[in-house]
């Protein structure tokens, strides 16, 4: 069974840094595409670092926000830094099988099957 686990959300001022984690379960990391997205209230949940073959930034996190993966941990991170207020929703992980092959992936919410519950990030003064 497929399990994501996402941790390290919290309330953060403008400027600070947070680190999110997000461990899988009942599979192997290895040969999944990852993903972060966020949603903010009253948005849609939009794509903002995915990795696969490539990795691939949304234009309003770039140069702040960097995913990495530890495939012997089963966890991918998000590094955050230099919070705006606008970075504040909840963040999910994904993941999604690409198999042995390299594949490029997209950062399309509709693309990744498997979702974690989220975690609030709160960036206020």
């Known amino acids: 069974q497929v399990q994501l686990v996402e941790s390290g959300g919290g309330l953060v001022q403008p400027g600070g840094s947070l680190r999110l984690s997000c461990t899988a379960s009942?599979?192997?990391?290895?040969?999944?595409?990852v993903g972060w997205f966020r949603q903010a209230p009253g948005k849609e949940r939009e794509g903002i670092a995915c990795?696969?073959?490539?990795?691939w930034y949304a234009d309003s996190v770039k140069g702040r926000l960097t995913i990495s993966r530890d495939n012997a941990k089963n966890t991918v991170f998000l590094q955050m830094n230099s919070l705006k207020l606008e970075d504040t929703a909840v963040y999910y992980c994904a993941v999604e099988p690409v198999g042995y092959e390299p594949v490029v992936m997209g950062c399309a919410p509709d693309d990744y099957d498997y979702w974690g519950r989220g975690t609030q990030v709160t960036v206020s003064a």
């Open positions: 009942g599979f192997a990391l290895d040969y999944y595409a």
């Open positions: 990795l696969s073959s490539s990795v």
